[in-house]
């Protein structure tokens, strides 16, 4: 959620997306937000990043790699909490709506070296009919 801008909060957000055929997208994203607080020493800098990468293929396959990181204290470059993943997602239409599955394979970590790797797998459909669509999957986790 977003509340809005507040006082000394920077945010900065940057996406590319190049399609060089009709079959293939390439799609990049980095953002980074920074808080600093002017009387508060326990939180006094805060700092959230992400990047990914992506490519999508006859927009059926999605290959992407993505990493994101947190850190609370006056560390002001450092990101305490990361974690990075590779997923992969493929699209099926059929007669009533779409099947998708997706995998995702990671690993995170943190200041105090608890980390480790985890793996996603999804499932999902959705049906449409003249009044919308439902939409319905399943979240397997492991890690």
């Given amino acids: ?63 992407e790699y993505a990493g994101i990181g947190r850190s609370l204290g006056s560390t002001r470059w450092r990101l305490d909490e990361t974690q990075r993943y590779a997923k992969a997602r493929v699209d099926q239409a059929v007669a009533f709506g779409s099947l998708w599955i997706a995998l995702e394979t990671g690993e995170r970590g943190d200041s105090a070296s608890v980390g480790g790797m985890y793996h996603q797998l999804q499932l999902g459909t959705s049906a449409r009919n003249r009044f919308g669509s439902l939409s319905m999957f399943t979240d397997l986790y492991d890690g």
């Fill in 1 to 63: 959620a977003f509340a809005g801008p507040s006082r000394n909060a920077q945010n900065d957000y940057s996406a590319f997306s190049l399609q060089p055929s009709k079959r293939v997208q390439l799609n990049a994203t980095i953002s980074r937000s920074r808080f600093a607080a002017v009387f508060d020493s326990a939180l006094s800098h805060q700092q959230f990043a992400s990047a990914a990468v992506g490519v999508t293929y006859a927009e059926r396959l999605t290959l």
